[in-house]
């Protein structure tokens, strides 16, 4: 069973970056796609961005397009967002989860599989 621990959160103000990690520790990490979701208070879920298994196919959700850039590294089981340009609907708690692979792919909704990891607080003052 995978286990997944974000890291990476803080408070910015607006035009701000911030990188977050998700490190996955057991299970055969290079045989999953990942995504990141947030939610803000009051919110719903939002899909973020995914990456699919080695990387070849990425995803991104309409607000994160342009600013935000995901990746991973198989070899420190690791996934990460960049985020640049930070904005203060972007406050809220970030997630990594596995995403169901055949979702991951731009114009569509990518959804979650049941592995999440406890989230990361990112908040963007104006």
């Known amino acids: 069973q995978l286990r997944i621990v974000e890291s990476g959160g803080g408070t910015v103000r607006t035009g701000g970056s911030l990188r977050l990690s998700c490190k996955v520790s057991e299970g055969p990490f290079d045989q999953y796609t990942f995504g990141w979701f947030r939610q803000a208070p009051g919110k719903g879920q939002e899909g973020v961005s995914c990456?699919?298994?080695?990387?070849?196919?990425?995803a991104y959700g309409a607000s994160a397009k342009g600013r935000f850039t995901v990746s991973r590294d198989n070899a420190m089981r690791s996934v990460y967002l960049q985020m640049h340009n930070l904005k203060p609907e972007d406050t809220g708690a970030y997630y990594c989860?596995?995403?169901?692979?055949?979702?991951?792919?731009?114009?569509?909704?990518?959804?979650?599989?049941?592995?999440w990891g406890q989230g990361t607080q990112v908040t963007v003052s104006a």
């Open positions: 989860a596995v995403v169901y692979p055949d979702t991951c792919k731009d114009g569509t909704t990518f959804l979650p599989g049941n592995i």
């Open positions: 990456l699919s298994m080695t990387g070849e196919r990425i």
